[in-house]
Nanobody, 118 residues
Framework: QVQLVESGGGLVRAGGSLRLSCAAS????????WGWYRRAPGKQREVVAQ???????YYVEVANGRFTISRDNARNTVSLEMNNLKPADTAVYYC????????????WGQGTQVTVSS
């Protein structure tokens, strides 16, 4: 089992920045992929960024160049640095952790609200 707790959300004006942090505990050594998802009002949940334990990165197109995901193994945290935020980035952001084997298991945090005003 893995427990995830997000922090760092809030209200920011368009063009501003926020840094989300996710503190992980439990069997984190079993995790293969760390990520951030978001759910905007009235929309489906979508992946924002992922980082694999081998360092491979993935960003959704709208986040590429503005968001940066990172992992601090010593502190067991995953962060999402978000710059040049837009009102369309308003959503609840969730930290995720995925164990790929032998059965895929996904863990989710409780979410943190990010609101970007125009």
């Amino acid at each position: 089992q893995v427990q995830l707790v997000e922090s760092g959300g809030g209200l920011v004006r368009a063009g501003g920045s926020l840094r989300l942090s996710c503190a992980a505990s439990g069997d984190t050594g079993d995790i293969d992929v760390w990520g951030w998802y978001r759910r905007a009002p009235g929309k489906q949940r979508e992946v924002v960024a992922q980082i694999e334990t081998n360092g491979k990165l993935y960003y959704v197109e709208v986040a590429n160049g503005r968001f940066t995901i990172s992992r601090d193994n010593a502190r067991n945290t995953v962060s999402l640095e978000m710059n040049n935020l837009k009102p369309a980035d308003t959503a609840v952001y969730y930290c995720t952790a995925t164990d790929l084997g032998p059965y895929i298991t996904d863990y989710w945090g409780q979410g943190t609200q990010v609101t970007v005003s125009s």
